[in-house]
């Protein structure tokens, strides 16, 4: 006996094949600034040049204020930025991709290397009980220059029954004695005696 069903359809129409997608690289623009060390100064004319791990190699030049861009994007992953100038010494530095901007400091040639020397805390020394006083904190680096770090010093206070400090700097005198404050800056720190009196 056979049995026949009038409902059922042999005919399957199979899927349409697909072709898979290849995933495309994300990739990112670079732009920074040369300066010389120590100092916000622009350095004209510099060679800024990106090196893959490959060895691949592009480069480009720094414009009147030494900013830089490159006209090709990169994918994200490691180089190294080879910086070089007329009168100052080479740079090379290892650099993660993406990173929003570059600022490569170079040193003249023949110069030692431009480091912070000391925090200098500026303010009165003597202070009368209740009485608030603005201090500076600059610092200062090995070729002379300075900048201030006030807003960003880490402050402090020996004794803070005679006088405390706020993070911004502000000096509060509360008792009569004597209190050294202190503003540090990364690596370096700076102090003031500061006499109270009523």
Do not use: E
Not at 131 to 156: E, F, H, I, N, P
Not at 180 to 189: K, L, M, P, S
């Amino acid at each position: 006996m056979s049995l026949a069903c009038a409902a059922c359809s042999s005919d399957i129409t199979p899927a349409t094949p697909t072709t898979p997608t290849t995933p495309t690289a994300t990739i990112f623009g670079l732009t920074g600034q040369v300066v010389q060390a120590g100092t916000t100064t622009g350095i004209s004319a510099a060679t800024v040049t990106l090196v893959d791990t490959l060895g691949n190699a592009v480069t480009t030049t720094t414009n009147a204020a030494g900013a830089f861009s490159f006209a090709t994007s990169f994918a994200a992953g490691t180089y190294t930025l080879v910086t070089s100038a007329a009168g100052y010494a080479q740079s090379a530095a290892v650099m993660t991709i993406p990173v929003d901007s570059f600022t490569v400091q170079l040193p003249r040639a023949g110069t030692a290397p431009v480091t912070t020397l000391a925090v200098v805390i500026g303010g009165p020394s003597t202070l009368t009980v209740g009485s608030t006083r603005q201090l500076t904190a600059t610092l200062v680096y090995t070729d002379g220059t300075r900048k201030d770090v006030t807003s960003v010093a880490t402050w402090a206070s020996n004794t803070p029954n005679v006088a405390t400090v706020s993070i911004s700097g502000v000096l509060t005198a509360n008792s009569a004695g004597t209190a050294t404050i202190t503003a540090g800056f990364n690596d370096v720190t700076g102090s003031l005696v500061v006499t109270t009196s009523r």
